[in-house]
């Protein structure tokens, strides 16, 4: 047997990154180069504008881009993903930067990198598969909203209000434009915004947002425009790792938002591998090598001024459309925007906010698919209803709280429908009686004994229902219970079914059960349920033809039944496929 220690070495090295994973990054490097180098131009805006939306500038949002793009195209677990800085985060990151200020966000994002590689050696990738896709859908489209809300302020060239509510900071936002109205900013975000969601359907290929974010730079410039208002200047290049920004008081404050942040950061990069698995042919990622390279990325992020990061959705679904083909192309897409920022810093300062306002807004319109939101509200009502509490739940409250709504609203519609699919349905006795009988025999055993199949889950969620179901049992002598058709049983439901059988013998019904699983038994005699469905006659029966000819011979023992009680034949071996027999 293999020491502790080997096992947790052992653990280590299955989220490490294999040869074969980097031996593919060989094979179409002119691809994959190109890929990066597309990807790059796409997210160039998209980290300038969320770096500003977070509240620590758009040199924190390059940081992020490039230290955490790097790291996990490296360790993490998909061929195609790429990471950075993302609207869903940004969503997050607000309330933490006015709470806490630029060092609290750095510290959560330090803490996220932690538990994000605690959770891959934990193995925990497996369970985003039981995330309901209404969840995910009404999920993105909360965040959608919200990013759209976020660029209210610069979109409209006013000062960021105060506050950390989204619909009341762009509320005021607005107010304060109509007292103040700058028509330039609203222009250059209008013409941005309009620029990408245009030529995307002309042209998809083509990176319209760069396009769009140029032109207004230089119009803002060539015309001095004052009223844009620019990004201002920006470092040229990273600034040299450092722990300064750690607040060790301030730790226990910070854990719920580092949770949050763990938590965003696991959902949406794993959401983005399934996607990009879902583009191709012949990919499939590992999830907790995904949630390592991202623990690992958000380590590192902090420590050059980034934000925390996770899998871009739609960077992510550029570089599979340009023909990505490993994790070369990831970390082309970082190495160019390393080079931007060496090179470029001066001229990247004097794009206009507007603009990038411009560009996030247009990335949230393409965000929200209309035929998708459509097609998961007409499925069924519940995926409807959860959809739509999981969208206002990340308007109203935050990300965080949505999803636990949406998987605690999604969990019990799941658990109501389940519930239904219990039954108790009385069955005849003719086909199950051993033996040659007489219609008067027939009759006559009838009148003394019913037989109930019990069919689907027996658990809390329906146990209730089936009790009252059970107790209501005609006035009969015997009551035999076929439990071979029960799929799941859990304590909930072996205490309701004592409480049945407890009630009946107290009416003077003897209760006899069938068919019972092994794996159910345990749940039985825990709660002294077995005991007392074997209290008659000392045993239960694997068929039903069994029970039936045991309830047979007490009545004819208690003078009920005048026909001689037939011995019950030898007890078969238990054949599921005869479900008939029980």
Known sequence: MSSPAARAWARVRSVLPARADMAVMGRSPRRDLLAGLTVAIVALPLALGFGV???????????????AGALAAIFGGSNLQVSGPTGAMTVVLVPIV??????GVLTVGLLAGLMLIALALARAG??????????????TLGIACVIGLQQVPNALGVAKPEGDKVLAVSWRAVEAFVKAPNWTALALA????????????????VPFSIIAVIGATVVAQGCHLEAARPIGDLPSGLPAPSLSFLDLGALGSLLA?????????????????SV??????????????????????????????????????????????????????????????????????????????????????????????????????????????????????????DL?????????????????????????????????????????EHALLAEHIVAYRIDGPLFFAAAHRFLLELSEVADVRVVILRMSRVTTMDATGALVLKDAVTKLNRRGITVLAS?????????????????????ATGDDYAATPEAIAAARARLHGAGVLSVPAQSPPARPVPVTTEESSR
């Open 53 to 67: 939306s977070s509240g620590l500038g758009a040199e924190a949002g390059l940081a992020t881009a490039v230290v």
């Open 98 to 103: 006015a709470q806490h200020g630029p060092g």
């Open 126 to 139: 497996r369970y985003m598969q039981y995330v309901p896709a209404p969840v995910v859908e009404g999920f």
């Open 190 to 205: 209008a013409a941005v915004a309009a620029v990408m969601l245009t030529g995307a359907r002309w042209r998809p290929t």
């Open 257 to 273: 938002p580092a949770v949050a942040v763990a938590a965003l950061a696991a959902l949406e990069s794993l959401l983005s591998a």
């Open 276 to 397: 990009a698995d879902g583009m191709t042919v012949g990919q499939k990622h590992d999830p907790d090598k995904e949630l390592f390279g991202q623990g690992l990325a958000n380590l590192a992020a902090p420590l050059f001024g980034g934000v925390p990061a996770t899998g871009a959705i739609a960077r992510t679904a550029v570089n599979v459309r340009t023909g990505a083909t490993s994790r070369l192309a990831a970390l082309t897409h970082a190495a160019v925007l390393a080079v931007i920022v060496l090179a470029a810093a001066p001229l990247v300062s004097r794009i206009p906010l507007a603009a990038l306002a411009g560009v996030l807004i247009a990335t949230a319109v393409r965000m929200v698919e209309v035929g998708s939101l459509r097609a998961m509200a007409r499925a069924t009502r519940s995926d409807g209803l959860v959809l739509i509490l999981t969208a206002v739940a990340t308007v109203a409250l």
């Open 400 to 440: 965080v709280y949505a999803v636990i709504i949406g998987l605690l609203v999604a969990g019990a519609l799941a658990l109501r429908a389940v519930a239904k699919q219990a039954r108790l349905d009385q069955v005849p006795l003719k086909t199950d009686l051993p033996g040659d009988h007489s219609a008067e």
């Open 515 to 535: 068919g019972i699983r092994p794996g159910q038994r345990q749940v039985l005699d825990s709660v002294g349920a077995l005991g007392l469905l074997r209290a």
